[in-house]
């Protein structure tokens, strides 16, 4: 089952401007994951935000956590045509069996445009 | 290029066929896992292996089977599949499989986009 939802479903912006997808989920988390997932390949770790933590940058990338209201939102600044993808957020959940168990949001496609 | 190495990369296949999925890790990785995921959609969970031990089946029909004869290599043996189970696998591992706190990212593969006919 998903984990929650994320908004927009879909994201069309030009080259250079700013890109937020927001992610909220249901239960309770030690963390939160990042994902992009280009057009039919596998999934890229872009970042991981734990529960203790409010905000995290990599790069062009910055990502905050807010437990209160259960959600997260990436931002990606300067986007770039390469940026091009979909996007998943992700609670992380250990198994008592080992392991740890991934449920990924809906998911925001994203389109930068030359 | 991927870390995680799954073929083949397409796979067409009859209901009554037999075929096996296969996936290879060589980060030293202990836990790895099977994913679906159907266009347009999210991935989702299907079986985990820690230290090559099954941890969990998310009630996987038995016409998927997983396999993982050593730490670096995960199989799913195909038997009887639907024109529903059409769709792309992705495999993925992680360094820790054991008891450890959480905070690890997963390594995804390409996958393998199966079509059932």
């Known amino acids: 089952s998903q984990q929650g939802e994320e908004d927009p479903q879909a994201l069309s912006i030009q080259e250079g401007e700013n890109a937020t997808m927001n992610c909220s989920y249901k239960?309770?988390?030690?963390?939160l994951q990042w994902y992009r997932q280009n057009s039919g390949r596998g999934l890229v770790h872009l970042i991981l935000?734990?529960?203790?933590?409010r905000e995290k940058h990599s790069g062009r990338l910055r990502v905050t956590l807010d437990t209160s209201k259960k959600s997260s939102s990436l931002l990606i600044t300067a986007s770039r045509a390469a940026d091009t993808a979909s996007y998943f957020c992700?609670?992380?959940?250990?198994?008592?069996?080992?392991?740890?168990?991934?449920?990924f949001g809906t998911g925001t496609q994203l389109k930068v445009e030359l | 290029d991927t870390e995680v190495t799954q073929t083949p990369k397409h796979l067409v296949m009859g209901m009554t066929n037999k075929k096996s999925l296969k996936c290879e890790q060589h980060?030293?990785?202990?836990?790895m896992y099977w994913y679906k995921q159907k266009a347009k959609k999210p991935p989702e969970l299907m079986f985990v292996?820690?230290?090559?031990?099954?941890?969990i089946n998310e009630s996987v029909p038995s016409r998927f089977s997983p396999e993982c004869p050593n730490s670096s290599l995960l199989n799913l043996h195909l038997h009887a599949l639907q024109p529903e189970d059409s769709a792309l696998y992705l495999c993925?591992?992680?360094?820790?499989?054991?008891?450890?706190?959480?905070?690890?990212?997963?390594?995804f593969g390409d996958g393998t986009r199966l079509s059932i006919l």
């Open positions: 239960t309770s988390i030690n963390n």
């Open positions: 935000i734990r529960s203790n933590e």
């Open positions: 980060m030293g990785h202990r836990a």
């Open positions: 993925a591992s992680s360094p820790r499989g054991d008891r450890g706190p959480s905070n690890q990212p997963q390594h």
């Open positions: 292996y820690s230290y090559e031990k099954l941890s």
């Open positions: 992700a609670t992380d959940a250990r198994l008592t069996g080992g392991g740890n168990k991934l449920t």
